[in-house]
T-cell receptor
Framework: KQEVTQIPAALSVPEGENLVLNCSFT??????LQWFRQDPGKGLTSLLL?????REQTSGRLNASLDKSSGRSTLYIAASQPGDSATYLC????????????FGKGITLSVRP | GAGVSQSPSNKVTEKGKDVELRCDPI?????LYWYRQSLGQGLEFLIY????????KSGLPSDRFSAERTGGSVSTLTIQRTQQEDSAVYLC???????????FGSGTRLTVV
């Protein structure tokens, strides 16, 4: 059974700092990996999707990497802003036919002005 | 529509009553998923639809839960004889195919009193 871990559960940084959010998973037989953002009381917003054959994806100030063999992904946020404050969720896509996602519990990020 | 639409956004119901939650996926998205997010818990997979069929119902927590999808589009999640532990945010997501990643709706917050 796939397990996804995100540590720490919460993180507080000053504005402008570059930061890395970590995600680890137990079963390397994945189809893809997706990073989401969730604001309080809201649904999930997709940030980046990495296919199992890819090593990284970039969008603006965000860069996500994937090391399937070691069961790790990182989300790099450059020059953090208060508006980046949210919960960041890592989700691993199952290699089976249904492609269901297994989620970590998320990292709650607070960027202080 | 442009995104995944869920209704109602909030639902308060008395214990023992039945509820129906609706999901309208992005047009053309053949895959549809239901997840549940309980307070302090991660997202939990409930059911997967491909077209109108549900090849994976393994996440439904009890036989009080059922879901259907008609016309390859709208899906309804029904919870019969609701219990307080059913209180959660129910999220729906759709995907055009396995490799394209998920788009989530804003969810239905269900409170059973």
């Amino acid at each position: 059974k796939q397990e996804v871990t995100q540590i720490p559960a919460a993180l507080s940084v000053p504005e402008g700092e570059n930061l890395v959010l970590n995600c680890s998973f137990t079963d390397s037989a994945i189809y893809n990996l997706q990073w989401f953002r969730q604001d309080p009381g809201k649904g999930l917003t997709s940030l980046l999707l990495i296919q199992s054959s890819q090593r990284e994806q970039t969008s603006g100030r965000l860069n996500a990497s994937l090391d399937k063999s070691s069961g790790r992904s990182t989300l790099y946020i450059a020059a953090s802003q208060p508006g980046d404050s949210a919960t960041y969720l890592c989700a691993v896509g199952d290699a089976g036919a249904n492609s269901k996602l297994t989620f970590g519990k998320g990292i709650t990020l607070s960027v202080r002005p | 529509g442009a995104g995944v639409s869920q209704s109602p956004s909030n639902k308060v119901t008395e214990k023992g009553k039945d509820v129906e939650l609706r999901c309208d996926p992005i047009s053309g998205h053949t895959a549809l998923y239901w997840y549940r997010q309980s307070l302090g818990q991660g997202l939990e997979f409930l059911i997967y639809f491909q077209g109108n069929s549900a090849p994976d119902k393994s996440g439904l927590p009890s036989d009080r839960f059922s879901a259907e999808r008609t016309g390859g589009s709208v899906s309804t999640l029904t919870i019969q004889r609701t219990q307080q532990e059913d209180s959660a945010v129910y999220l729906c997501a759709s995907s055009i195919n396995r490799g394209s990643g998920y788009t989530f709706g804003s969810g239905t917050r269900l409170t059973v009193v």
